[in-house]
């Protein structure tokens, strides 16, 4: 149709046709060869797939990414094969690890997607509902259940919640796409300030309630998730869901795509009345609560060696280079896991991964071969809070670079800033929708196009300073206008870090880059 603004059509597709009902499509152009069509293209994504852009126009095939959603970030040893197998037959080797727990696959084809489905059916993976206007994976904590030390085992509940939703066609047609996050992680590992809906375990005295904040997010128009100022119970989980859902559904912006998440919303609305309407469309009031004690952001991980609740066991957290890891160090992992009686692996929302119940025997030596695949369980300040978005490799809305870049850089810091060892968190991100939290970190990195030395425009970064996440204290990093070219950041963060060492500021570099970014 003529004449369409870009909401209009998405309401027009999704009414017309439901995208849980493309599968039937994609099999015609994977028999006929043809190129998949707009329409097609854009249900598509609620089996998790996207169109790739190669921005070096090295080939002409149509290419599409394929996200493969995790149930609590979780695979057993026969999933992760069945991953590695699509990564090598399919995906010319690539795999990466995602924010939300999830795996990216490259380079798939049309004509083998049926093949690919049936693979992850076998072994009871799904691609559904991996991207769209529907509800997405759920995030939690990666070693809930299984560590000695948390606040309350939520892993059932997370899947109640997946279950509900999955393939439910009340909810597959949203204003946009949904986040929720449940945790009940003693860290408050799943930066539960910048989901659409959260749930934070906390005691209160002798029960664990969760406290409910909605409205998160970092694209446009980003905000820190408002708190109801509510607790609720773990049984309550699954009707507050449905219910903030719902509203989202019925209430969120249909004819502006750019206003249609649940934090616009409860922008147009306030707290308070989306309360009233959550207790109205609940049947009962929540009561009243206050925020639970949060953990600093600096400490907000699982990387590391962690004690199990299984007797004489252990559970080892890996960290990637920024989330790339592929079919190779996956092998890798497997025959590690293998060798060293592990059955599981769960992804963290940190692009990481952790080892399940590892016997406290084969610690020492599996520890020695993560670092050997590059995975330390130690890694350096630099590393340890890094994340890295897909950039320009294969994103369509992609700028710059990010993955190699960033391996670049935090080889360049940990080497020149040897001497530096508090905890800094770096996101680098090849676009400004900020998939790799570039705006709650401390040092930001924006893909966006500058002058270089000789005067010509490249793809290089623009630096954000100063964020922080820390529940109703969170703020996000300044945008401070500095752009730089690739081969100029590496000197300039380094400048940075060793100004803050010469410095009389011992507050922590955090502190110093929100000062700076502030004037």
């Known amino acids: ?284 009031e929540l009561p009243s609560g206050v925020e639970p004690d949060l953990t600093p952001s600096e400490k907000r991980h699982h990387v590391g060696i962690f004690p199990a609740r299984k007797p004489a066991c252990s559970c080892i957290g890996g960290k990637t280079p920024g989330g790339r890891v592929g079919a190779e160090t996956l092998r890798a992992i497997l025959q590690l896991m293998v060798k060293h009686e592990v059955q599981t692996l769960r992804i963290t929302p940190t692009q990481d991964f952790v080892l399940l119940d590892v016997p406290n025997a084969e610690s020492e030596a599996l520890v020695a071969a993560l670092e050997a695949l590059d995975l330390p369980v130690d890694p350096s300040p630099f590393r340890l809070r890094s994340l890295a978005c897909v950039g320009n490799e294969y994103c369509k809305f992609g700028v710059s670079e990010t993955k190699q870049f960033a391996r670049k850089l935090l080889a360049y810091l940990e080497q020149s800033c040897a001497d530096f060892n508090e905890p800094l968190s770096l996101g680098i991100s090849g676009c400004p929708h900020g998939c790799a939290h570039p705006n709650l970190a401390d040092i930001g990195l924006v893909g966006c196009m500058v002058k270089d030395a000789a005067d010509r425009r490249v793809a290089g970064y623009e630096l954000h300073l100063g964020g922080r996440i820390h529940g109703t204290r969170s703020h996000f990093a300044a945008q401070t206008g500095i752009k730089l070219a690739p081969d100029q950041v590496a000197a300039y963060l380094e400048s940075l870090i060793k100004d803050y060492l010469g410095s009389e500021h011992h507050q922590g570099v955090g502190d110093y880059l929100h000062q700076l970014a502030h004037g």
């Open 1 to 284: 149709m003529t004449n369409e603004t870009k909401a209009q059509r998405v309401e027009r597709l999704k009414q017309e046709k439901c995208g849980l009902d493309v599968l039937d499509d994609l099999a015609r152009y994977a028999a006929s060869g043809e190129a998949i069509d707009p329409d097609t293209i854009d249900r598509m994504k609620y089996y998790g797939l996207y169109t790739q852009k190669l921005h070096d126009g090295s080939d002409a095939k149509q290419y599409l990414m394929l996200r493969l959603k995790l149930v609590a970030g979780e695979m057993n040893r026969d999933q992760l094969q069945t991953v590695i197998d699509i990564s090598t037959d399919f995906g010319r080797g690539c795999a990466d690890f995602t924010t939300r727990q999830n795996i990216q696959f490259h380079w798939i084809e049309c004509r083998n997607l049926a093949e690919i489905f049936t693979r992850l059916q076998q072994v009871g993976l799904t691609t559904r509902m991996g991207s769209g206007d529907c509800m997405r994976n759920i995030v939690t904590c990666p070693l809930s259940g299984v560590i000695a030390d948390e606040v309350s085992d939520v892993t059932s509940v997370v899947r109640e919640v997946n279950r509900y939703f999955d393939s439910n066609r009340e909810f597959i047609n949203l204003p946009r796409k949904f986040k929720i996050a449940i945790s009940g992680c003693a860290c408050h590992c799943v930066r539960h300030e910048v989901q659409d809906l959260s749930f934070v375990a906390l005691q209160k005295g002798n029960e664990v309630v969760f406290d409910v904040a909605v409205g998160g997010g970092l694209s446009g128009g980003r905000q820190i998730a408002k708190r109801l100022n509510v607790h609720c119970s773990e049984a309550q989980i699954v009707d507050i869901a449905k219910a903030v859902a719902g509203l989202f559904r019925d209430h969120g912006n249909r004819e502006n795509r750019t206003r249609a998440r649940t934090r616009h919303l409860l922008a147009d609305w306030g707290v308070d009345k989306f309360r009233l309407a959550l207790t109205e469309r609940l049947g009962y």
